[in-house]
């Protein structure tokens, strides 16, 4: 079975500092990951995905992913945080077996609060 | 494209009253999720067809909750009978075979 670990429920940064959002995930296959993020009261927005190729993803709002595939992570990254980038981030995986259909597995979310 | 539709945006109702939550997809995809989040256990998956078939509800609670995709345009979430547990944002999600999917702005539901 496919699952994804979000290890902090929250985590606090002071704007302009670099952001990093941790993820780690478990597939039987290649994984196929995700990232998005949620505002408050709102649906959740793509910001960047994985598939194949360079391990550094780059996706909206200035984020980035660094895909580590002996450490079965893939950590969220941005290099000056702004207060604006406070929101709840998802780390999603879907495991590339066929075995595993079209299935997207959420890791539980970490409530990001960047401080002015 | 509007994306994915939601209706109603909001809902409350009192326990043991029938609940449907509608969803119309991104015109094109073949897959439609439907999810559940909750503070207590984040976002769930109940549910997901693809071309209107339903591929894998082994997320779905139980029996109180069933999903209908009757068109490639549309799909409803019913509860019957509702319960006070069942309070959660429920969000539809649809997307092509390889693509990413495209969330809905989600149905808050309020049951009392």
């Known amino acids: 079975a496919q699952s994804v670990a979000q290890p902090e429920d929250q985590v606090n940064v002071a704007e302009g500092n670099p952001l990093t959002v941790k993820c780690t995930y478990s597939v039987s296959g290649n994984p196929y990951l995700f990232w998005y993020v949620q505002y408050p009261n709102r649906g959740l927005q793509f910001l960047l995905k994985y598939i194949t190729g360079d391990n550094l993803v780059k996706g909206s709002y200035g984020f980035e992913a660094e895909f580590n595939k002996s450490q079965t992570s893939f950590h969220l990254k941005k290099p000056s945080a702004l207060v604006s980038d406070s929101a709840l981030y998802f780390c999603a995986v879907r495991d590339m077996v066929k075995a595993a259909g079209n299935k997207l597995t959420f890791g539980g979310g970490t409530r990001v609060l960047v401080k002015p | 494209d509007a994306g994915v539709i939601q209706s109603p945006r909001h809902e409350v109702t009192e326990m043991g009253q029938e609940v449907t939550l509608r969803c119309k997809p991104i015109?094109?995809?073949?897959?439609l999720f439907w999810y559940r989040q909750t503070m207590m256990r984040g976002l769930e998956l109940l549910i997901y067809?693809?071309?209107?078939?339903?591929?894998?509800d082994s997320g779905m609670p139980e029996d109180r909750f069933s999903a209908k995709m009757p068109n490639a345009s549309f799909s409803t979430l019913k509860i019957q009978p509702s319960e006070p547990r069942d309070s959660a944002v429920y969000f539809c999600a649809s997307s092509l075979k390889s693509g990413r999917p495209y969330f809905g702005p989600g149905t808050r539901l309020t049951v009392t």
């Open positions: 067809f693809n071309n209107n078939v339903p591929i894998d």
């Open positions: 015109s094109g995809h073949d897959y």
